[in-house]
């Protein structure tokens, strides 16, 4: 199964370059990227189950716990690099974002929108968000940094983070054009450094 | 993924005779040898299905598989090589050969000079890591081999691993490389030279040519592999494994042993010396030592493995402090720097660098899925 935000950055993804996908789980994106856009590069995952399934995709996995940043990779070293639905799981959510951009000339950034209005609406009926794209219980969420479409901006603002495009998606998949931050629960962004 | 491994059962050593001189690192030239091995599986008819499989300090040509007779001999990477298992012989053709220098066959300090009619002893030269895949390069030749599926190793054998990605970049499609360090610390150094001088400094030594006196240093090679045995597990592992319960259940107030970690070592240390030559010994720890690709480049580990073409992956396991996950993580970044393809997994483990040896199921369930991968692109 593609899910939803793949087709998307493959979108934003050049044919032939260089990606690190951040927290690939078990490598789908990437292998579908190597297919249709014949990127290189690697994915990064600290779950052993996930890396082996990462293996078994074929593609290059490394196991390194992105909170400990991205030390290893020198500036600019990749075209694109990828976080994909993962932005939401980090401790250290400003920290990611600047060391992605060292790192890549691009960032692609992909979370469930918190102020979806059908997680708005769970809210004010006194309970925790539960939706397609934020699938977990409160207790068992691996889930600590959710945002909103405006909180994440925010965010880019005031780290120098210039958004390159913005798409945002239903459930349903289709791309959402009016309020996005109330009707989109999928949001897709290419950013870059400022300047 | 459920699959009935077994063994590769009853196995034969072969040997193989070079009478091309072999020009070794110390400047030394090794007019003829000879390279005793042991393949399990069958190489396809595009031999393109060849793994080599390198041994550490105290390993030899005998990976899996069991002589005729001697039930208890096993391979000593017998969970990882066989039918079903994660180097499946099934799929692949697995050498295994014994290093130069070695005492299980292959030409060493222990074999004949055939000049003299006396064991080489002293007069064995120092060997290195590419002087043994300059070796084993020969051996693939003789086996007609000319692209290896893999070469991997655990320790010092994914140093030889290593050094075949730089030494011959378009013979190895894939290299493991597992529990490894770029080059020994000098703490590495410093345990490989107190096992040295246990050798070297027991009365049965002989300056090497203990063979003529009809002993063998048995004393030092006790305890250079007691000592070695320590730095293979982890405190963890050791004190599960062992405890500190006093055998009698009071000290004894003497030098008999007291502890199960006393006699665990005595144990072993015993074993070794009976099956291994101290020369060999010798030599395995000089070439740890001298290992060290970068010394070419200035100290720059990425230049030195630019010429290698290779896809890797490598492996390290967290408890292990003699090559620690930080220097598997150097050859990670090196390879990075060059845009290498390569994976990385550091496997949770309590047994410390042994862990190589062992079965767990996050280092099994990695190796599966990559040989499977190299399988993948073999055609039968």
């Given amino acids: ?195 | 993924m459920t699959r009935t491994a077994s063994s590769v059962g009853i196995v034969f050593p072969q040997v193989a005779y070079f009478d091309v001189p072999l020009r070794l690192s110390s400047g030394t030239v090794l007019p003829h040898y000879q390279l005793v091995y042991e393949t399990y599986g069958v190489l396809n008819e595009r031999k393109d299905n060849a793994i080599l499989v390198c041994h550490a300090l105290s390993g030899s040509h005998h990976v899996a598989g069991q002589y005729a007779g001697d039930l208890h001999g096993v391979g000593w990477w017998e969970n990882m090589v066989g039918p079903g298992k994660p180097v499946d012989t099934e799929r692949f053709f697995v050498i295994g050969v014994n290093n130069l220098g070695g005492c299980h066959g292959s030409t060493g300090p222990s074999s004949l000079n055939p000049v003299t009619g006396q064991p080489y002893g002293a007069s064995f030269p120092f060997l290195t890591v590419e002087d043994w895949v300059e070796s084993q390069a020969r051996l693939a030749d003789h086996l007609g081999i000319s692209t290896f599926a893999a070469v991997m190793g655990g320790s010092l054998g994914a140093m030889q691993a290593l050094q075949w990605t730089i030494r011959f970049p378009e013979r190895v499609r894939h290299a493991l490389i597992i529990a490894a360090a770029p080059c020994l610390s000098a703490q590495n150094i410093g345990f490989n030279e107190v096992a040295r001088q246990a050798i070297t400094s027991d009365p049965h030594f002989y300056g090497g040519d203990f063979y003529a006196q009809g002993v063998v240093p048995e004393r030092g090679l006790r305890l250079a592999r007691m000592l070695g045995h320590i730095t293979y597990l982890s405190d963890d592992a050791m004190m599960t494994k062992f405890g500190r319960e006093l055998i009698g259940g009071a000290p004894h107030f003497s030098l008999e042993v007291e502890f199960e970690i006393e006699s665990y070592l005595r144990y072993q240390g015993k074993k070794f010396s009976e099956r291994f030559d101290a020369n060999t010994y010798l030599i395995m720890t000089k070439a740890l030592d001298y290992f060290d690709p970068a010394r070419a480049t200035g100290g720059d580990l990425a230049q030195a493995l630019q010429p290698a073409r290779a896809q890797f992956l490598v492996l390290s396991f967290t408890t292990d402090w003699r090559f620690s996950p930080a220097r598997s993580r150097e050859i990670v970044q090196a390879l990075l720097d060059n845009r290498a393809v390569v994976s990385y997994a550091e496997i949770d483990s309590n047994q410390g660098h042994d862990a190589f040896l062992m079965e767990n199921e996050d280092y099994f369930a990695v190796m599966f899925a990559y040989l499977e991968r190299i399988a993948g692109e073999c055609r039968p």
């Fill in chain 1, 1 to 195: 199964m593609i899910r939803a935000d793949y087709e998307l950055i493959a979108q934003g993804v050049s044919v032939d370059s260089r990606v690190l996908d951040l927290g690939c789980g078990d490598g789908q994106l990437l292998a579908h990227l190597q297919r249709v856009r014949r990127v290189s590069g690697y994915g990064i995952e600290i779950i052993p189950e996930q890396v082996v399934a990462a293996l078994r995709q074929g593609v290059s996995v490394l196991q390194v716990n992105l909170e400990e940043g991205l030390s290893g990779f020198s500036d600019h070293s990749f075209d694109t690099v990828i976080l994909s639905q993962t932005l939401q799981a980090m401790r250290h959510t400003e920290e990611i974002l600047r060391e992605m951009l060292r790192v890549g000339r691009e960032g692609i950034v992909t979370f469930p929108n918190f102020g979806y209005w059908k997680h708005r609406w769970q809210v004010l009926n006194g309970t925790m968000p539960k939706s397609v794209d934020m699938p977990y219980e409160w207790y068992d969420t691996p889930n600590v940094h959710l945002c909103t479409l405006h909180d994440f901006e925010a965010l880019c603002a005031r780290s120098g983070v210039q958004v390159m495009e913005r798409r945002v998606m239903n459930p349903s998949g289709h791309t959402v054009e009016l309020m996005p931050n109330l009707l989109g629960s999928l949001a897709y962004y290419r950013i870059r450094f400022r300047g």
